[in-house]
Each structure stands twice: as structure tokens, then as C-alpha cells.
């Protein structure tokens, strides 16, 4: 299980932190992933990382710009949000799998076992 929080309005420009904990697995086991789905648009892949850490993939619209890390102890991934644009406008989607992902795999959906529960982030002035 899932557990994603940490979203919320910020003005152009501001940072967001989106935090998503595990339960019931280790996240080590497998790689992580955030995407986020806009109205009217399909869900996309934002930002993937490896087990044990370390980012495989990044959608080229947030590179620069989003981060993706975790805390082993706590078994949570965080997303770090910065220079948010009113595209970034969303809801995001921690996901996980059991195994760790290479190629497509990596920003495709169906690849990942776990999901979270969404997180709403509104980005306008």
C-alpha cells in the first residue's frame, strides 16, 4: 500500500515536496515512480528512480526541476518540486513495482504494482 500526501497551491516559481510511505513491502525491492495526470490528458510518467535510489528516467519537461528521493528508514519516496509552472498543474500519482524496471518499463504504467491515492497540485497566481 501507498500512502501519497503533500500536495497543495503554489504560485509560478514556488516548490512543493510530495512525500508517498510504503506499507506492507519495502520499496528497495523494486523502482519508484511519480506521474500525474492532467484533466484531459492521459496519465504520464513524471520521474522514475532504480532500487536503492538513483533516477532512471526523467520526462524532459521537469528535468532540472523535480527530484526524486527516499528514506530507506522511513520507507517513503519523496518528489521535490521547483520552478513549478502552471503546466506542472495535476494530479500526481506515486507508484511502485516488485522488481526493478529498465527500458519503457520504466515510464509505463502497467508496469508498476502499487499505487497511490493521488495528490492534487495547482500551480497559478
Known amino acids: 500500500q501507498l500512502q501519497a500526501s503533500g500536495g497543495g497551491s503554489v504560485q509560478p516559481g514556488g516548490s512543493l515536496r510530495l512525500s508517498c510511505a510504503a506499507s506492507g513491502f519495502t520499496l528497495n525491492s523494486g523502482s519508484t515512480a511519480w506521474f500525474r495526470q492532467a484533466p484531459g490528458k492521459e496519465r504520464e510518467a513524471v520521474i522514475s528512480s532504480r532500487p536503492y535510489g538513483g533516477v532512471t528516467y526523467y520526462e524532459e519537461s521537469v528535468k532540472g526541476r523535480f527530484t526524486i528521493s527516499r528514506d530507506n528508514a522511513k520507507n517513503t519516496v519523496y518528489l521535490q518540486m521547483n520552478s513549478l509552472k502552471p503546466e506542472d498543474t495535476a494530479v500526481y500519482y506515486c507508484?511502485?513495482?516488485?522488481?526493478?524496471?529498465?527500458?519503457?518499463?520504466?515510464?509505463?504504467?502497467?508496469?508498476?504494482?502499487?499505487w497511490g491515492q493521488g495528490t492534487q497540485v495547482t500551480v497559478s497566481s
Open positions: 507508484a511502485a513495482s516488485r522488481r526493478g524496471l529498465v527500458g519503457s518499463l520504466r515510464y509505463t504504467a502497467t508496469s508498476y504494482d502499487y
